[in-house]
Structures are given as structure tokens and as C-alpha cells.
């Protein structure tokens, strides 16, 4: 797809999260905002060196944020105040300074997490729109909760029905709903992306229509939802935008060369890749148990622990395990997925590496570790029937004789073709959803069109 020159009158600025799984969707939509001939400026936050992507669709802007030493001493709401106050006062001064050189901003698509940015967007005089990062289901269920639709806190042994949702369990629900004493606060901050949806003019989610047909029916009646899913580069699946191949934007430093030689030695569908995302971190015990069970399987092993978590690799394995298994502090996720060595990914279920898995059509074994997490686990081995869950014993460690067992169902057998063959299925959904002409394409189509109107009209 070439991308319209001439045309970038209409200015939106984009304020994800500033942690990767909300910047890579927030930054894949950004761009393909920009292709349909709108100019794109993605806010970006961090004090680390930012590994730019070279596509130079999308401009960039830093607002400098506390420095990551000052916030080491700060608590978890002392530093997402003094985040919003920075924002408070940055972003006005933004939009007035592209006002000043010919580009004014006429639409600010700001991360759900953050739905004091509606206000700040009214104030400055431009139109608020809000991008949810987390699959469809899990929104329903916050849904659910600002509603007061489902009693929390929940009773251990119910399961829960809610519409256009299989019958959950308990423990496929997000994690801050079934153990809200260990996460004070999180529920209310998670139901409150809904207090002011009605005044929002847009409203985004990272999902796809037939991926998650009823629950996003039930939502749609609710609020008028824009499905723009499933935010992967291009080049993995409509392959429109040339180049496209990274988010683009990486907080932390991938081993790219020693992962890719290494994959390129092994065979056709022989490695297991092991990641849990940027955030989750596994107890040591549970790190020991992953580690002896990666080790049982006796399959190969691409280990992505980031380095906060390094301290908790059992001593020696790594010597031990040299000859199966490469550990990494980060990876080139997409292209580690994309490798035809890799047989099945080891996922925390993040919305982003369950939608990279689905669109590549790696089969997964599934080891949710909180927040969303669960429910997509769900989705994943009983919805979309694309990879098995581990179970955790009574203390909730998933033990290595489990880990095991899930590895050889998902890598040989019965089991692992029929998952294959759903994988490919829903690998030509998600291509279909977002390319020309497909239901996301259409829906981004439509926000730019109406955006157009809407920015002509108050020029
Ligand atoms: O070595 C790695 C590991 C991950 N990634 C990328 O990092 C992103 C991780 O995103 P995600 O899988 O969603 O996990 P988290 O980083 O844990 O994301 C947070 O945000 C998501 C979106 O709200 C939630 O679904 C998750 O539960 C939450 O932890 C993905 O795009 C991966 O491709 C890499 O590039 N290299």
C-alpha cells in the first residue's frame, strides 16, 4: 500500500501507556492511521535510548517524565500522579506548538488507563477518542464490574455467567477481580476506563470481529466500539505497509543476532519459546519447577528472562543446559515467532503475544500470571482451541511435571495437529480482518474519513 501523499492535514496525537504491551498496538494503529494520509505524533515517555523503527510514518515526541532514579522512591500512585501532571502540563504546550507551525492536532486516541485525558482533550479543544489495549472479553467483564453487574468480591467455588461469554471459572477471570486483596485498588482503577466512555467521540479495541464475535456484540450494544485488531506489522500479515516489519519502539534491548543465528541451526518446528512479557515475574520457585521442566521435555529452548528477573535462573542451568537451550534478556518476539524452527511459544497470555501467536499461527502453551492473563488463557485453549493451559497445584505453582506434559500435547500428536490446523485458521482471519477491505481495514477506513470531515469543519 503506498501511502497517500499530500493530504496530512489532519493531525491526531497518540498518548499510549508508556509500557510496551500499550505502546506496540498504540504505535501499529498509529501507523496505520498515517498511511490513510493523516499525520501521526505518538507521545513517548522514557529516559532510556528508544530503538527507533526507520518507517517514518509516524512522528515522535518526548515528554521527559521523572527520571527513572527519582522514581525508584516513589510508590506505585505518587508516580502515576506525578505522570498525569506531567501530562496535565506537557501536552497542551504540544498541541499549541504544532498549532503554531501549521499542523494543529485535531484528535488526541489516549490509552483507556487513562481516562482523565478526556478532559484535558475537551479543554484544549480537540476531540478525545480511547484505544483499549485488552482483548474484548476482558473489557466486558470491567464492563461488567462498572455496572455492577457482577458481584464481586466472588465467591471461590461459583463459575460466572455473563453474556456472549463461555462459562467462566473463577480463575479464568482477570486476576484483579478474583484476588482483589492482593491488588487494592487495581479493579476500580480497570472499571474506571468506563466512567466517561459515553462523552468519548471513539472508542478502539485491539481485537477482531470474528475472533470475538458475541462478546463483542454484547458490547457494541453498550457502546459503539471500533474493532482495528489485530495490531501486527504488516509484513506478518497483509504485508501493505512496505517495511513494516517491528513495533519500532523497543524499552528494552533485544539479543537479535545471537536468536536468530541460533534458531537458523535447529529444525522445522523443534524449539519451544519461553517469554512472559515486559512486566510479569515468576516466583523463584516457580522459575525452578519452568526450568526443570524445559529441561525433562529435552526439547530445545529459546528462554527470554529479562534481566530484573536473571537472579531467579537456578544455579548452573545454564552451563547445563547449554547444548538445548539459548536464555536471552529480550527478544525480536515477531521474528522469534515467525521462525520456521519454533513449534510452539510459552506465553503469559499479554493480549499483544496472544494476537502475535494467533497471527502467526504458533500453537501455545498457556501460563497466565495475572491481570488479563487468565481470561485469555481461557480464549485460547477452550475458545480458539490454539494451545492447552497448565494447571497450578494448591500452593499455584505449575509444576515441571506439568510443564512437561503440556510441551509434548502442543509440540507432537494428536492433540498438536488439531491445534495446528486451528492455528492456521485463525492466522487467515486476522489477515483477512485487517486487509484491504477487511473488517478492521474498514473501521480504521471510517475514523479517518469521519476525522477529515470533523477537522475540516472547525478549520
Ligand atoms: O523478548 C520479548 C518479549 C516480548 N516482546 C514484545 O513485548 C510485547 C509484550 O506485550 P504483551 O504480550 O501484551 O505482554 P505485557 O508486556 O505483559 O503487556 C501488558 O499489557 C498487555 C496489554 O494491555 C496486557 O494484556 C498484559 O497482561 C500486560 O502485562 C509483545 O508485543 C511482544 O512481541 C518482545 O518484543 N520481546
Known amino acids: 500500500m503506498e501511502r497517500i501523499q499530500g493530504a496530512a492535514e489532519t493531525h491526531v496525537l497518540i498518548l499510549p501507556f508508556p509500557i510496551q504491551g500499550h505502546i506496540n498496538p498504540m504505535l501499529q494503529f498509529s501507523k496505520r492511521v498515517a498511511c490513510k494520509g493523516v499525520k501521526v505524533t505518538l507521545i513517548t515517555f522514557s529516559d532510556k535510548q528508544f530503538t527507533k523503527g526507520e518507517d517514518g510514518l509516524v512522528s515522535f515526541e518526548s515528554i521527559s517524565n521523572t527520571s527513572e532514579e527519582s522514581r525508584k522512591d516513589m510508590g506505585v500512585d505518587d508516580r502515576m500522579k506525578k505522570f498525569q501532571d506531567t501530562v496535565r502540563v506537557k501536552l ?24 482523565w485525558a478526556l478532559e484535558l482533550a475537551r479543554k484544549i479543544g480537540i476531540s478525545p477518542a480511547s484505544f483499549f489495549t485488552q482483548s474484548c472479553a476482558v473489557c466486558a467483564i470491567y464492563y461488567a464490574v462498572h455496572e455492577g453487574k ?22 479464568d477471570l482477570p486476576s484483579f477481580v478474583y484476588d482483589m486483596d492482593k491488588y487494592p485498588g487495581a479493579l476500580s482503577h480497570l472499571a474506571s476506563q468506563f466512567l466517561n466512555i459515553g462523552e468519548v467521540d471513539w472508542i478502539f479495541y485491539n481485537t477482531f470481529d470474528i475472533l470475538e464475535e458475541e462478546v463483542v456484540s454484547r458490547m457494541e450494544s453498550k457502546c459503539p466500539i471500533r474493532l482495528i485488531g489485530p495490531t501486527i506489522p504488516s509484513m506478518y500479515l497483509d504485508k501493505r505497509l512496505e517495511d513494516d516489519k517491528d513495533y ?32 510479569a515475574a515468576l516466583g523463584e520457585k516457580q522459575m525452578e519447577e519452568l526450568a526443570q521442566g524445559l529441561n525433562m521435555s529435552n526439547y530445545y529452548f529459546l528462554w527470554v528472562v529479562r534481566e530484573s528477573e536473571e537472579k531467579k535462573i537456578p544455579r548452573k542451568f545454564v552451563q547445563e543446559t547449554s547444548e538445548k537451550g539459548l536464555l536471552v534478556t529480550w527478544c525480536p518476539q515477531l521474528r522469534v515467532l515467525a521462525h520456521r524452527s519454533v513449534g510452539c511459544f510459552m506465553t503469559h497470555c499479554g493480549w499483544n503475544s496472544t494476537l502475535e501467536a494467533l497471527s502467526l499461527e504458533v500453537p501455545m502453551v498457556a501460563m497466565p500470571q495475572w491481570t488479563d492473563q487468565p481470561t485469555n488463557a481461557k480464549f485460547v485453549a477452550d475458545v480458539w482451541k490454539v494451545g492447552v493451559r497448565v494447571k497450578v497445584d494448591a500452593e499455584g505453582t505449575v509444576r515441571k511435571e506439568e510443564i512437561e506434559k503440556c510441551l509434548r500435547q502442543v509440540m507432537e500428536g494428536e492433540t498438536a495437529n488439531e491445534i495446528r490446523k486451528n492455528s492456521q485458521n485463525w492466522k487467515k482471519l486476522a489477515k483477512e480482518a485487517v486487509e484491504e477491505g477487511g473488517s478492521s481495514d474498514k473501521n480504521i477506513e471510517k475514523f479517518v474519513e469521519e476525522l477529515k470531515c470533523s477537522s475540516n469543519v472547525t478549520k
Open 150 to 171: 457482577l458481584n464481586i468480591p466472588i465467591d471461590d467455588q461459583a463459575s460466572v455467567s455473563l453474556e456472549g461469554m463461555p462459562p467462566i471459572e473463577v480463575y
Open 248 to 279: 519500532g519502539l523497543n524499552l528494552f534491548q533485544p539479543n537479535t543476532e545471537t536468536c536468530m543465528e541460533w534458531l537458523d541451526t535447529k529444525e522445522t518446528c523443534s524449539v519451544v519459546y519461553v517469554a512472559f512479557g515486559s512486566i
Open 92 to 115: 497542551p504546550e504540544i498541541v499549541a506548538k504544532h498549532g503554531e507551525s501549521g499542523f494543529p492536532v485535531s484528535c488526541l486516541i489516549y490509552d483507556s488507563m487513562m481516562p
